[in-house]
């Protein structure tokens, strides 16, 4: 059984060619319908990778988001960028359909990139192609090159994180370094999101998607589903003191039943979207920070925890980022101020 | 005897994915591709899964797989539900002969 | 040859086929769909580099950071797609042309 030595190798190829050609195709395929699809499932097949790598925890978090909200955030600004094109995809036989759907010159689709500024001089156009594959080029092999050099078996921090992991808390690394170690990445991070979504709200005030009557079979669905993955996400945030999971996993599969729900139908009571809504999106923020100045009143540092209820102070701020992450995501998805 | 039966389950699974693949790409329209697709791919994640299931290292581990299977069967049904009415009420003929 | 070392390099190849739809692509969809295809790509680098290391417990630094990083990129892409369509609204436009699309 020699050759079957080479099998990992061997998916690895498979894997890291497959997501090339998608991302590929995603990016150069003349219908931007089509280029969505494309890429939700590079997401998928990415999060095949990660597992590849050994790193389960951002496997976790990549299925939900980058395949499943950032796919259905997608799929809804294309559905609202060309309804003319989605009507025009229409056409009475599939096999037409299939046929139109390379060339459809719908109201926004992405024709003729090639005919773009056409009056510039031929000599000028092609120095500046010339110029851009060149600098890519370079770029390809100088990134290339710097990987391939730092080549050489490296522990990087493992060794410090587990000498300090008994004093986080925690049992598991990646979340001792997000929740602990480089808590304040992580502040910051829920921080960003929450001003992303203010953002999206500012922009807009209506909701992205129509007031359409959901599929009946996908209502049964969601009712299925969505208790389903609420307890996945108090599983994951429990779980991730000693294995994989954790308060960003967690987060990501309650945004993606938030998301799921929305398309079924459902509504926030009317009387839950004010304040109760909003206490919610900056509780992750206000929780985290508020532990993290607190712990200064004890003569500890900024976010630095004493060992001896770090663990609890680690739980209560999970759990609040939790919410918080997941009340987010789904709000980012349905897009106008409520 | 065990991980040999292991193996020959995850292959014929392998074999449905790699049938239910070549129907999505070469069947005629978009009813018969959901059919390869679904009916190939439940049957090829079933064998998968069995073929897991004897090698699983506990009970525990035995019942989450079945549940990643069940779980699968809801959502490509439903899936598949969602796009065929949406090729329906579009228009979409179904393909004959 | 190593396995993490092929997946570290298509995660460069990911970041320029990327950022060379970021350039010539002119439809903003196009061009966030760059933008997410870039950073999954150096999310790929960046967690390669994390899987070298020899006793195979992968280093959790970079895989924290990829982690956030996830989750940040979504709330971005989000924004993006609502400047997208704010923009479409305000002047009908969802294309970044070399004219202006005057």
Redesign the interface.
Known sequence: MAWLTGL??A???V??AT??WL??R???SPD?FQ??AL?IA?GVI?GL??A????I??AL??IP??AG??GA??LA??S??QPAEVDARAAPSATEANEHQAGQPGQ?A?TA?AD??QH?PAVFRALLAAV?GLL?FA??FS??LV??Q?????????QQ?NTHLPESGVEH??T???LN??GY??LL?IA??LL??I??WS??TASNLGDTTPEPVLAALSRLLAPLMILVAAYLVWVGAHAPGGA?QA??VLGAAGVLLRLSGWRLPAGAAGWPLRLVLALGVAVFAFIGLAVIGLGEPLLGYPTAWAKHAILVIELAATLS?GA??AS??I?GRP | MLASLSVVLLLAGAAFFLGGSVGMLRFPDVYTRLHALTKADNLGLGLVVLGLMLQAESLAAVGKLFVIWLLLLAASATASQLVASWAQENGFAPWRG | ??????????G??????????L?????L??K???L??IS?GI???L??????????????????????G??????????A??????L?SATGR??L???NGQ
Do not use: C, Y
């Open positions: 990992p190798l998916v690895d190829l894997l890291g997501l090339l991302a590929w995603a990016l150069s931007l280029a969505v890429f590079f990415l990778v990660w590849r790598l050994d790193a925890d951002i978090a990549e988001l980058g909200v950032t955030l997608l600004a294309l609202q960028l926004t992405e990139d773009e500024a510039k851009m890519l770029a390809l990134l290339g990987t391939w730092l080549w050489e078996p490296s522990s990087g921090l493992t994180v690394p990646v001792a370094v997000l170690f480089r990445d992580t991070e960003v999101l992303a979504l953002g999206v922009l807009a960003f987060g990501s992450i987010i995501l980012l998805f897009g | 040859m190593s396995s993490v070392l092929v997946l570290a390099l298509t460069a190849g990911l970041t320029l086929l990327g950022l060379h739809a350039i010539v692509k002119a439809h969809l196009r966030i769909l760059a997410n295809v999954s999310f790929l680098l967690a390669g580099l994390a899987a070298r290391t020899p006793g195979g417990e992968p280093d959790p630094v970079p895989q924290a950071m990829v982690l956030t996830i989750v940040v990129a979504v709330a971005a892409t989000a924004l797609l609502a400047l997208l369509l704010a479409r969802t294309r042309d070399d004219d």
